[in-house]
């Protein structure tokens, strides 16, 4: 069975950080391009981040560019995302994904597996 289990969310003060991981278990990704999305409350799911396979192009949304970073370990099957300056908007459901397109995409369409989601707070 495959699965994608993120961790590392949590309650963080506006400004802090947070370093997001996802690990998968059931099948290699490593062909597969990476992404990060993110949900809050009462709005649609949104793209925030994603890495193609081999991890030489990332993509940002303009709302998180500069303070996020994603990367990738192909020998854990892993990616990870570090939030810094978190702001309260940045406030949501965090879920990884991996997507056949392996050089990235910033269409959930384009995602064939996804994770369960970690809850990311950033107080004022």
């Known amino acids: 069975q495959v699965q994608l289990v993120e961790s590392g969310g949590g309650l963080v003060q506006a400004g802090g950080s947070l370093r997001l991981s996802c690990t998968t278990s059931?099948?290699?990704?490593?062909?597969?391009?990476r992404g990060w999305f993110r949900q809050a409350r009462g709005k649609e799911r949104e793209f925030v981040a994603a890495?193609?396979?081999?991890?030489?192009?990332?993509y940002y949304a303009d709302s998180v560019k500069g303070r996020f970073t994603i990367s990738r370990d192909n020998t854990k099957n892993a990616v990870y995302l570090q939030m810094n300056s978190l702001k309260p908007e940045d406030t949501a459901v965090y879920y990884c994904?991996?997507?056949?397109?392996?050089?990235?995409?910033?269409?959930?369409?384009?995602?064939?597996?996804w994770g369960q989601g970690t809850q990311v707070t950033v107080s004022s």
């Open positions: 994904a991996a997507s056949a397109y392996s050089s990235g995409s910033y269409s959930l369409r384009d995602y064939d597996f």
């Open positions: 059931g099948r290699s990704f490593s062909s597969y391009a």
């Open positions: 890495i193609s396979w081999s991890g030489t192009r990332t």
